[in-house]
């Protein structure tokens, strides 16, 4: 019996960034794929199948996504969507901070980079131990929770799948915290402090959080805790929800009628954030920074100045390379 030479691979542990997906260009046809995919998700519409299925392919999917070319082709840089190339970014930055021996993919829910083909790298680097950390610092079933699905179902595809471990939610930790805090701080370091700050979270239907979705909790105890880190008092700042869709209650205040009333009171320059979007996209860069900032504008205020998402801020990529040692510490290499 012979042996071979070559010195076997060591079992490596690999971290798994996720975040929603994107069209993979701004056209009606790609955006429309991304739609599909995203709006059969049952944790994302939790409706009855023979009542959806027939408004999403017969009303939403032919008519909506041409209504979104133009709000996508605003945003739209000459590498692609902001949210894969923020998210590339992202990548090789918590690459670095790691090192080689700890391989770091990212994928998205909906659309390329999948998954499957993150997965797919990772048996070829030989980890064995897989962290999923979404990019999604508030819980929601509708965002975390599907990235979990659609994990574990690619996992069991797989004879001999690696030990895993999921990241729940980071809302309240205090490098995330931090990271928020010194990105309003270094705004108003260099554009001076405007009289209002209104933090902006994306909305979810009530009746998810009726049903019991902790998200909304999740969302105030990060605002209370920016709050206290940038050692505000609460006149001074105020949270809403944003991108809600249809008839039925969403979490309120909405960010667009806030934004309104906000205008009326005699606020001329407001300054907003999305603590929850961890990466730039399509809801924050033409949803606030140019829709609202206009909507602001014509109800009586002068400015509307977005504050970016941490992105790839150094402390950032700091906060979720500290995520990672604290959930993988004491992670024994498999036998």
Known sequence: MTFSAETPVRARTGILLVNLGTPEAPTPSAIRRYLRDFLLDPRVVEAPRALWLPFLYAILLPLRPRKLVPAYQSIWTEQGSPLLVIGQQQRDALQAALGRDTPVALAMRYGEPSIESALQQFEQQNVR?????????????????????????ALK??????ELRTLHNYHDHPAYIQ????????????HARGE?????????????????????????????????T?????????TAYQSRVGRMPWLSPYT???????????????????????????????????RYATLFIENGGKTLRYIPALNARADHIQALKTLVQQHTQGWESPE
């Open 230 to 238: 940038l050692g505000l008092s609460e006149a001074e700042v105020s």
């Open 256 to 290: 667009d009628e806030h934004i309104v009333e906000l205008a009326q009171k005699g606020i001329e320059t407001l300054d907003v954030i999305c603590p929850g979007f961890s990466a730039d996209c399509l809801e924050t860069l033409e949803e606030i920074a140019q």
């Open 196 to 228: 209002h700050l209104l933090l902006s979270f994306h909305s979810i239907p009530q009746r998810y959080v009726d049903l019991g979705d902790p998200y909304q909790t999740q969302c105030q105890a990060t605002a209370r805790a920016l709050i206290q």
């Open 129 to 153: 131990r897989l962290l999923v950390l979404p990019l999604y610092p508030q819980y929601s079933a509708t965002t975390t929770a599907s990235v979990f699905d659609a994990v574990f179902d």
């Open 179 to 190: 990271a928020l805090a010194n990105s309003i701080s270094d705004h108003w370091q260099h």
């Open 157 to 162: 595809q797989r004879r001999n799948p690696p």
